[in-house]
């Protein structure tokens, strides 16, 4: 099975700078992504890491080191609509294409 | 952009009935899925499906469920005979092709409401 932890909420303020975290723990590691959900509506994709290092995508970056099973997701010059929850979600190659998601991050974005 | 949609955004059923929730992925997308998420807990793989046939389930995914791609352009779920603890959003999901990089585009959902 996978084990997949985030923290549960975080609070930050407009214009700060966010780090999410997430480790996981599977047996055949096939990619990693993170999506930001809003309440109420569908996940949405934000990133995606295979290889150890840094992805940047605008103010969003994630980064990924396999041999500590453990990503982050990096918000810069955070908005009030960042306001959202964030969800670490792991592939495992042993498993097809199946995603196993982490319990998601609430973050709270505050003026 | 081109979107996964469903349909209906909610559903109410008293437990012991049949429903069907519906999904259309995005048209050149190969592999589809179905997630789903109780109130307040993290997102659940349900199955995929590709070339027309499940290609993994989850435990989640017992008899009671079936999925099924009925003509060119439709994916849906069906739930025998549900159950109170059914009650989650559905989300549907596609992706191109499978494998390396591809990413999976998930619908706005189905609110399911089992009483």
Same mark, same amino acid.
């Given at each position: 099975g996978q084990n997949i932890d985030q923290p549960t909420e975080m609070t930050a303020t407009e214009g700060a700078i966010v780090q999410i975290n997430c480790t996981y723990q599977t047996s055949g590691f096939n990619g990693l992504f993170w999506y930001q959900q809003h309440a109420g509506e569908a996940p949405t994709f934000l990133s995606y890491n295979v290889l150890d290092g840094l992805e940047e995508k605008g103010r969003f970056s994630s980064f990924l080191s396999r041999s500590k099973g453990y990503s982050y997701l990096l918000l810069k010059e955070l908005q009030m609509k960042d306001s959202a929850s964030y969800l670490c979600a792991v592939r495992d190659g042993n498993a097809g294409n199946m995603l196993t998601f982490g319990g998601g991050t609430r973050l709270m974005v505050k003026p | 952009e081109p979107e996964v949609t469903q349909t209906p955004s909610h559903q109410v059923t008293q437990m012991g009935q049949e429903v069907i929730l519906r999904c259309v992925p995005i048209s050149n997308h190969l592999y589809f899925y179905w997630y789903r998420q109780i109130l307040g807990q993290k997102v659940e793989f349900l199955v995929s499906f590709y070339n027309n046939e499940i290609s993994e389930k989850s *435990?989640?995914? !017992? !008899?009671q469920f079936s999925v099924e791609r009925p003509d060119g352009s439709n994916f849906t779920l069906k739930i025998r005979?549900?159950?109170? *603890? !059914?009650s989650a959003m559905y989300f549907c999901a596609s992706s191109e092709w499978g494998g390396g990089t591809d990413t999976q585009y998930f619908g706005p959902g189905t609110r399911l409401t089992v009483l």
């Open positions: - | *435990e989640i995914f !017992d !008899d005979s549900t159950k109170l *603890e !059914d």
